[in-house]
C-alpha cells in the first residue's frame, strides 16, 4: 500500500589579565520595529540613548534587548515556509510484507536523518523500527522549495508531515481490519506491525496492505500521536547505517556500477576559476595507456581512462597554458585588508560611557568531508542521468537540463548518500561538471575530484573580519554592536530562490541582499545587552565559497561569546554568573547550569591548564560547552576535556543529537586552534589533510560528556549546526585564561609549516 498524503594572527599578542518575548513590547510593533532595525538602526539607537541618557544615574535591572528577526522569523522557519504548499507530497509504502518504506526529499549526508525519520515512521505505524526503510528521493521539481537539506531544518520541516503520513496509513489499516472482521474500528489497536482486536485477533499490516490500499475504504480521521504516548520518539537509537559504514559496505556515488561507466578526472588551473588557453601535448597525453578521451570543458582539462590510476598519470602529464583566474593578485594579507575596509561603523561613540572594544579574524576554511567531490553521469542526445550525493538536487537538475539543453524532465537527478557535506553538497559542482564531461565524450563518466582538487578548487567558509563593542554603567550592558565583514558566500543553490518565495513572510525590510537576510534570520544574541545591532557588510571576491556548517554563527557567535568573557571581567564578574545574568530564557540558563555543575566549573587547576564555556542559541534550540584545555605549550593547545547540554526542544533521537554536538566541538577545535585555509596568489596552499590540519584522534579530548536535556516544547529544533558557535568560544576563552594571551586571529596556531603541493 502506498500512502501519500493530500497536497510537510596566529594567536593575538594581546595581554589578558590572568584569573584565580513579547513582539509587541513597549507598544513598538513587530514590523515598525524590524524596520528600524534594519533599515535604520541609527533611529533606533538614539531613541533608546536618548531615553536612557546612556548611563542610567543609578543601577537596574538587566536592561532587554528587543527581539532580533531571527527571534521572531528564522532561516528554518522561511524554508518550513517555503515548503508548506508541499510538505505533505511524502510516499509511504507498506509491503506484503509487513515492511515499510519511506522515499525521502532529503539529503543524508552523516547526519543521522534517515535514522530520525524511520523513528517517526516506526512510532506513528506501532511499527518495529527494524521494519522500517528510509530511501532518499530522486530529485522531484514537483516540491518546489520542499528538497533542500540545510539549515538544520529536515526533521523540524518533516517532522509533522512524515507523522501525518505515518498516522494515515496506521488508520488505513485498521480500518482494513474493521472491515475484513466486520466490526468497528474503535476497539481495535495497533502493535508491533498489526492490528489487534479486543479478543486477540490480529492481522499483520502485510496481510491487509491491498485492502488498506483500496480507494473505496472509509478511513475515519487520522491523528498522529500525543507526546505523551511516544514509546520511540525521544529514545536513543543507533543509527541503521552504522554497520555498512564501519564495515564498508555502505555505497557512496563511485560505489554504484553504472554500465559503461570510466573514470574520469580533471587537471586544474593553477589560481581559482582560472581558464584554459591551450593545451600543449595532448597528443602525448592521449597516447599515454589506458587514455580513452581527452576534453577541454569550462573548469580545466578532462581525461577519461579505464582506471583512476590512469586517468590521474594522464592528468598530471598534461601541460596547459592558462588564462588569469578571478582572484589571481589576492592573498591573505589583501583579503584582510580589504574586509578591515569594509567593517561598517560603530553607530555609538565610546566617548559617553565606558566601553569594552574587540577585534577578530577568521580564516578560509574548507568542508573538507571525507567523500570528495564525485557523481556519475550518462548524458545521451535525448536525455541524461546523475548519480552524486546533493543537497539541492531541483536545483541541480535544473542547471543541468540548461547546460544540455534538454528539458528539465529529461533529466534524471539520483540523490546518492554523501560522505560528509558540512554544506559542501548544496552545490552540485561535480554533477554539473561530470555532465559537461558526459556530453563532451559522448558516454558516462565516473569524476573524482582529487583532495587537493577538493582543497584547493572546492568551496570554502569565506573569511571574515569582527568589530564588537559593548558599552556599560553600573554593572549593566547599555548596548552591544558587532560588525562583520566577509568575504562574500555564495547561495546560489536555491536557497535564494527560497527566500524569493516567502519574502513577504520575513520579518527584514528594505532591499535586502540574500546574505543579509541569511545572516539576520540566523544571527541573534541570546543576551540582554541593551541596544543590540549585528549587521554584515561583504566584499564581492570571486571565491569559491559556500555555506560551512552553521553559516554565519561559527565565527559571528564564536567572536561574540570570546567578548563576553572579555566584557565580563572588565566588569569584575565570573564569565559564568555574568552569563546567567544576562541570559534571555531559562531554557539557556539551564543547559549552562548543566554543564557548569557537571563541568565543575571554578575548580582549581593547574598552570597551563583553565575552563572555558560559551553558549549558542538557534533554530529553536540551545547549548552551552564547558571545556578544559592544556596550554602549557601554547603553541600545541589540546582540548583535554569538554562538557556539553543540548536543549532541542523535542528531541528526536538523543544518540543522533549526541553525535551532532560531539561533531560540532570537533569542527570548533580543528578551526580555533589549528585548521584553516591559507591563501596565496589566487589559490588555497593546501591541498590535503597533512596540510588542512583538522583534529586527529590525538587532538581530541579523552573526556567528553553530552547531556540532551528532557522536552521542554512540543516540536524538534535544529541540530545540525547548533553545536559549533559555543564550542568556538568555550575553546578560545579557555585559551585565554591558561596562556593569558587574548585570541584574535584564527585558527590561534597558522602557520604553513607544510611543503604546499605545485599548482
Partial sequence: MASPTTPSEQAGDEPVDRPEQDQERGGLGRRRFLTYLVAAPTLTVATKLTIDAVAPGSAEAVIPTLPAPAD??????????????????????????????????????????????????????????????????DARPELLFNQLTGGSNTIRSVYGPIRQTAASARARMVAAAAKHWNTSTSGLRTRDGAVVAPDGRTAGYGSLTAAAARSDLRVGSAKPKAVAQFSVIGTATPRQDARAMVTGQQRYTLDLDVPGALPAMVRRPPTINGTVRSVDNEAAVRAMPGVVDIAVIQTGVAVLAETFGQAQDAKEALRVTWNKGTVDGESDATIKQKLRGAALPFLVPPLLTQHVDAEFDFAFVSHAPLETNSAIADVRADRAEIWAGLKSPIVAQQTIAAELGLPQNQVKVHVVQGGGSFGRRLFFDSALEAARISKKMGRPVKLLWTRVDDMRHGRARAASHHKIRATFALGQVLTFEHRVASVETDFRHGLGEILTAVAASLPVGGNLSFAQTVFLTTIKSPYNFGITTQLLNEVPLRMHTASWRSVYSASTRGAEEIFVDELARKLGKDPVAFRREFLKSDRQ?????????????????????????????????????????????????????????????????????????????TDAISTTLRAGLHIDRGLPLEGSYSHFHYARQKDSPPEVKIFIMPPTTGEPGGAGELGVPAAVGAIANAYARATGIKPRSFPINFPVDFEPFPR
Fill in 72 to 137: 521572531l522569523l528564522d532561516l528554518g522557519d522561511a524554508l518550513i515556509l517555503a515548503g508548506l504548499p508541499t510538505s505533505g507530497m511524502l510516499t509511504l509504502t507498506v509491503g506484503a510484507d509487513g515492511k515499510a518504506t519511506l522515499k525521502l526529499p532529503r539529503s543524508e549526508v552523516g547526519q543521522g536523518i534517515t535514522t530520525a525519520t524511520a523513528m517517526l515512521v516506526a512510532e506513528e505505524l506501532d511499527l518495529p523500527l527494524s521494519m522500517v526503510r528510509v530511501e532518499l528521493d
Fill in 589 to 665: 540558563r539551564a543547559v549552562l547550569n548543566k554543564v557548569a555543575a557537571e563541568g565543575q566549573w571554578g575548580k582549581v587547576m593547574p598552570a597551563g591548564f583553565a575552563q572555558g564555556v560559551g553558549v549558542h542559541d538557534e533554530y529553536k534550540s540551545c547549548t552551552a560547552c564547558l571545556v578544559e584545555i592544556d596550554a602549557r605549550d601554547p603553541k600545541n593547545p589540546r582540548v583535554v576535556k569538554a562538557v556539553i547540554a543540548g536543549d532541542y526542544g523535542l528531541p528526536i533521537n538523543p544518540k543522533g543529537l549526541e553525535a551532532q554536538l560531539l561533531g560540532g566541538l
